[in-house]
């Protein structure tokens, strides 16, 4: 169980494409779902929560209007990077929590490598 | 000081032996710790989750000293196949994790 997917595995575009990354749970109802990005020999940095049917919530330094982020269901969340540029290129992964709280685990999923010339 | 603070290593250990890291983490509030496997240019992998004062599966151990703020994960009789990152993750009261950067351990065969 618990189980989270992302389309696509990676992506190659050019600078000025958006990109849109879908994530899903596949076998539960994420109340939650976590948009994180990981550069190199770095480790892995939140970039926005996301619930159903309300606004994401960004961390500090992240453009809302660059990274948009839809949430439409319990088992699907979004991530468009708008206008796409090299310093975007990243492995960006998204994890999904079934309840909020001390107990909350976050599962993740495999994960999306963006590459933009 | 970092949120979450990792011996990056690499620990190059013999398989075998029993290796141990450490974590330690600024935020006493903190209520839920992990420890997470990442192997290179995959996804984080849950490996154990420490809520109290601990707990044990197989040939791993993991340890919560909250009076020092730390986290200690303990692999006995590593193997090639636990070679990899292995990240600390904290969940302070904001219930967001924190990562740390990580630790690479290594197994020589």
Not at chain 1, 31 to 57: D, H, I
Not at chain 2, 12 to 25: D, H, I, K, R
Not at chain 2, 54 to 60: I, Q, S, T
Request: hydrophobic letters at 35%; glycine letters at 6%.
């Amino acid at each position: 169980g618990a189980v989270v997917s992302q389309h696509p595995s990676w992506v190659i575009c050019k600078s000025g494409t958006s990109v849109k990354i879908e994530c899903r749970s596949l076998d539960f109802q994420a109340t939650t779902m976590f948009w994180y990005r990981q550069f190199p020999k770095q480790s892995l940095m939140l970039m926005a929560t996301s619930n159903e049917g309300s606004k994401a919530t960004y961390e500090q330094g992240v453009e809302k209007d660059k990274f948009l982020i839809n949430h439409a269901s319990l088992t699907l969340s979004t991530l468009t990077v708008t206008s796409a540029h090299p310093e975007d290129s990243s492995f960006y992964i998204c994890s999904a929590s079934m309840e909020r709280g001390v107990k909350e685990t976050q599962y993740f999923g495999p994960g999306t490598r963006l590459l933009v010339l | 000081r970092k949120e979450v603070e990792q011996d990056p290593g690499p620990f190059n250990v013999p398989e075998g032996a029993t290796v141990a890291f450490n974590c330690t983490y600024s935020n006493s509030a903190s209520q839920s710790f992990f420890w997470y496997r990442q192997d290179c240019r995959k996804e984080p992998k849950l490996l154990m989750s420490v809520y109290s004062s601990g707990n044990e599966d197989g040939r791993f151990t993991a340890q919560l000293n909250r009076a020092s703020q730390y986290i200690s994960l303990l692999i006995r009789d590593s193997k090639l196949s636990d070679s990899a990152t292995y990240l600390c993750v904290v969940n302070p009261p904001t219930y967001k994790y924190i990562f740390g950067t990580g630790t690479r351990l290594k197994v020589l065969a």
